[in-house]
């Protein structure tokens, strides 16, 4: 097919007979490539006016394992009838989906393909000639992506080639801004409002203790949540008010610790049972909302019932209480780390006797991976990690194995 060739310098209108000619050209093409090759084939530059007519790639937020809609975006297009893009994309951490339009006219027709690796061709048009505009924002088509199980550090940029939008009269409606959008695929997001969206990996239907730290040794509680697959969407409310924050999941074993017995003195000093299994260690916590739990005790259970005072009760004007398992509340504890001068770690960690924990490690408390398994005997589980030495830092966790 012989292309119309415009220019920015000189952009003349052609006469109706050749702008007939060229549509059916167009028209006999339909269907031989998959696509229609728009009337007008010319390159476009970005430029950064904010009152050149737009084409926007938007950023979202995405989820390993799962399917992705990225809206496509047009403003200050005005009179068109059809255009033509590429959207380029690394394949190694997406892969392309389906491709929607949204439009406004119900005659609007959308085509795509996959010309090359890593690039999706795009074209929408209508067969009847028909001209829409948008002034202010609005959407165009819906790029489909998917995201792999494995992807932690998101799409990487998505960005427009060869981009082209004509009129009914087969001029070019030019020059273009051409503004280029990403997924999100990471731990933490932080939103507009200062809360943190955040995902932590998880089984289906296994209860968990979310916990937040902003120096990975005092974690705190800020939530607990059954999963319903392999990944948990998380919302932390007060993410605002601290510099930085980590997060962690882990797993809250059935709690058969029962409160009794709860009398408060003239003093203001409360006392009460907690009644739970011998030989296991329990740490008390104290609320006065239901929401923010503080730890205030932990105590280990030589007989079925264990003898409490809350000596601050009496500052507080109302507190609740509750016991959960110490390896429930903290996930296990490392400690006494060491590093031989060949560069190998070793280190203790502490937990319930008899219960089986996941060492894991990583560089960049964000990917992590599974060096080994423990069980205590006797409290403690001495650990060494003889490929420390390929690494010039590294950092270690535990998870209690199912």
């Given at each position: 097919?012989?292309?119309?060739?415009?220019?920015?310098?000189?952009?003349?209108?052609?006469?109706?007979r050749?702008?007939?000619?060229?549509?059916?050209?167009?028209?006999?093409?339909?269907?031989?490539?998959?696509?229609?090759?728009?009337?007008?084939?010319?390159?476009?530059?970005?430029?950064?006016?904010?009152n050149?007519?737009?084409?926007?790639?938007?950023?979202?937020?995405?989820?390993?394992g799962?399917?992705?809609?990225?809206?496509?975006?047009?403003?200050?297009?005005?009179n068109?009838?059809?255009?033509?893009?590429?959207?380029?994309?690394d394949?190694?951490?997406?892969?392309?989906?389906?491709?929607?339009?949204?439009?406004p006219?119900?005659?609007?027709?959308?085509?795509?393909?996959?010309?090359?690796p890593?690039?999706?061709?795009?074209?929408?048009?209508?067969?009847?000639?028909?001209?829409?505009?948008?002034?202010?924002?609005?959407?165009?088509?819906?790029?489909?992506?998917?995201?792999?199980?494995?992807?932690?550090?998101?799409?990487?940029?998505?960005?427009?080639?060869?981009?082209?939008?004509?009129?009914?009269?087969?001029?070019?409606?030019?020059?273009l801004?051409l503004?280029?959008?990403t997924?999100f695929?990471?731990?933490?997001?932080?939103?507009?409002?200062g809360?943190?969206?955040?995902?932590?990996?998880?089984q289906?239907?296994?209860?968990?203790?979310?916990q937040?730290?902003?120096?990975?040794?005092?974690?705190?509680?800020?939530?607990?949540?059954?999963?319903?697959?392999?990944?948990?969407?998380?919302?932390d409310?007060?993410?605002?008010?601290?510099?930085?924050?980590?997060?962690r999941?882990?797993?809250?074993?059935?709690?058969?610790?029962?409160?009794?017995?709860l009398?408060?003195?003239?003093?203001?000093?409360?006392?009460?049972?907690?009644?739970?299994?011998?030989?296991?260690?329990?740490v008390?916590?104290?609320?006065?909302?239901?929401?923010?739990?503080?730890?205030?005790?932990t105590?280990?259970?030589?007989?079925?019932?264990?003898?409490?005072?809350?000596?601050?009760s009496?500052?507080?004007?109302?507190?609740?209480?509750?016991?959960?398992?110490y390896?429930?509340?903290?996930?296990?504890?490392?400690?006494?780390?060491?590093?031989?001068?060949?560069?190998?770690?070793?280190?203790?960690?502490?937990?319930?006797?008899?219960?089986?924990?996941?060492?894991?490690?990583?560089?960049?408390?964000?990917?992590?991976?599974?060096?080994g398994?423990?069980?205590v005997?006797?409290?403690?589980?001495?650990?060494?990690?003889?490929?420390?030495?390929?690494?010039?830092?590294?950092?270690?966790?535990?998870?209690?194995?199912?």
């Amino acid at each position: 097919m012989k292309h119309l060739k415009l220019n920015d310098t000189e952009l003349k209108p052609p006469e109706d007979r050749k702008v007939n000619r060229c549509k059916r050209r167009a028209q006999r093409l339909l269907g031989m490539l998959g696509f229609i090759p728009l009337v007008v084939c010319l390159p476009l530059s970005v430029r950064s006016q904010t009152n050149l007519p737009t084409l926007s790639i938007a950023t979202v937020i995405g989820y390993p394992g799962q399917s992705v809609t990225v809206p496509v975006r047009g403003v200050r297009l005005t009179n068109f009838a059809a255009m033509q893009f590429d959207v380029r994309y690394d394949s190694t951490h997406v892969t392309p989906g389906a491709v929607t339009k949204v439009s406004p006219l119900s005659d609007q027709i959308i085509r795509s393909r996959e010309i090359a690796p890593g690039v999706r061709r795009v074209v929408l048009y209508s067969l009847v000639n028909r001209s829409l505009t948008f002034t202010n924002t609005g959407s165009l088509a819906n790029l489909g992506f998917n995201v792999p199980a494995t992807e932690r550090n998101g799409s990487g940029p998505i960005t427009f080639s060869n981009a082209a939008i004509a009129r009914p009269n087969a001029t070019a409606l030019a020059p273009l801004a051409l503004v280029p959008g990403t997924i999100f695929v990471k731990a933490v997001n932080i939103l507009s409002d200062g809360k943190a969206q955040f995902f932590l990996s998880s089984q289906p239907d296994v209860k968990y203790l979310i916990q937040a730290t902003t120096n990975l040794i005092n974690w705190v509680n800020i939530g607990t949540n059954v999963a319903i697959g392999n990944y948990m969407d998380l919302v932390d409310e007060d993410a605002a008010l601290y510099p930085y924050r980590f997060y962690r999941a882990v797993l809250f074993p059935t709690n058969d610790a029962r409160l009794g017995g709860l009398s408060r003195l003239s003093t203001g000093i409360v006392s009460f049972d907690v009644r739970g299994t011998p030989g296991r260690t329990y740490v008390i916590q104290a609320s006065t909302n239901l929401v923010n739990w503080v730890d205030i005790s932990t105590n280990y259970s030589a007989g079925d019932v264990i003898a409490f005072t809350d000596v601050d009760s009496s500052k507080f004007p109302q507190r609740f209480y509750r016991a959960v398992l110490y390896d429930g509340a903290s996930g296990g504890r490392i400690g006494a780390l060491t590093r031989s001068p060949d560069g190998k770690a070793t280190f203790e960690f502490g937990g319930i006797t008899g219960r089986s924990y996941t060492i894991q490690a990583s560089t960049n408390l964000v990917q992590w991976v599974n060096l080994g398994n423990g069980t205590v005997t006797n409290g403690l589980v001495n650990f060494n990690d003889t490929n420390a030495s390929n690494f010039p830092f590294r950092f270690y966790r535990l998870q209690m194995s199912p």
